[in-house]
C-alpha cells in the first residue's frame, strides 16, 4: 500500500519475515476468499495502525528468483492519499512517514528503483523483474502501462 500524507509516503522498516531488515510500503499475503485490495487494507492497518480509504490499483508486478524459486512473488499495489487513525509501530513493521523526494532506496527491493518514483509520479504500471543470482539486484526489469483489464 502505498499510502500519501502532501509530500510523504508511508514506509517502514521490515522486522520479521520475508525481506525483513529491508524498508517496504505496508503490505503482505492475501488471505483465503480476500480480494487484494482488502488485504492491502488489513495488512496496513495491522503493520501500523492506519485505516485506508479510497485505495485504487496502481501497479501489478511480477518478481522471479531464479536461484531460490521460492521467493517469487505477485504483488498487487495500490495508493490512496486518504487515512484515518494514529500512526503505530507493530511488530513487523518500524513506519514513518518519509519525503518522497528522499526515498532510502538502498535500503529497499532493487526493483522499486525501477517503478516506484514513476507510480508516485501518477503512473500506472504492471512488470515482471528477474533477479540475478545475487538474490539483491535486478537482472532484467520489464515495464508498460498497466492494462486496463
Ligand atoms: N520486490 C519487492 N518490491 C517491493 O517494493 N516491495 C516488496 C517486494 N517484495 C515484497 N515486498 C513488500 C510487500 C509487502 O509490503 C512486504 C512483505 O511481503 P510479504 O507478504 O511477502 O511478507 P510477509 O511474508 O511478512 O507477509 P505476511 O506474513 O502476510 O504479513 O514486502
Known amino acids: ?11 517502514g522498516e521490515k522486522l520479521t519475515g520475508f525481506g525483513a531488515g529491508r524498508v517496504v510500503a505496508p503490505g503482505g499475503h492475501v488471505e483465503p476468499g480476500e480480494s487484494p485490495l482488502a488485504a492491502a487494507v488489513r495488512e496496513t492497518h495491522e503493520e501500523t495502525g ?25 504483488l ?5 492519499t486518504t487515512h484515518t487513525g494514529a500512526l503505530t509501530p507493530s511488530s513487523e513493521l518500524a513506519p514513518w512517514w518519509c519525503p518522497v ?12 528503483r525501477y517503478w516506484l518514483a514513476r507510480v508516485l509520479d501518477g503512473e500506472r504500471l504492471q512488470g515482471r523483474f528477474v533477479y540475478a ?17
Open 1 to 11: 500500500m502505498l499510502l500519501r500524507r502532501g509530500e510523504d509516503l508511508l514506509l
Open 50 to 74: 492506519l485505516a485506508v480509504h479510497d485505495a485504487t490499483l496502481c501497479a501489478r508486478l511480477e518478481f522471479t528468483f531464479p536461484a531460490r524459486p521460492a521467493w517469487d512473488l505477485r
Open 76 to 80: 498487487e499495489v495500490f495508493t490512496s
Open 101 to 112: 523526494r528522499d526515498l532510502p532506496l538502498d535500503r529497499m527491493w532493487d526493483d522499486d
Open 133 to 149: 543470482p545475487d538474490n539483491e539486484t535486478v537482472q532484467h526489469a520489464d515495464l508498460q502501462p498497466l492494462d486496463p483489464a
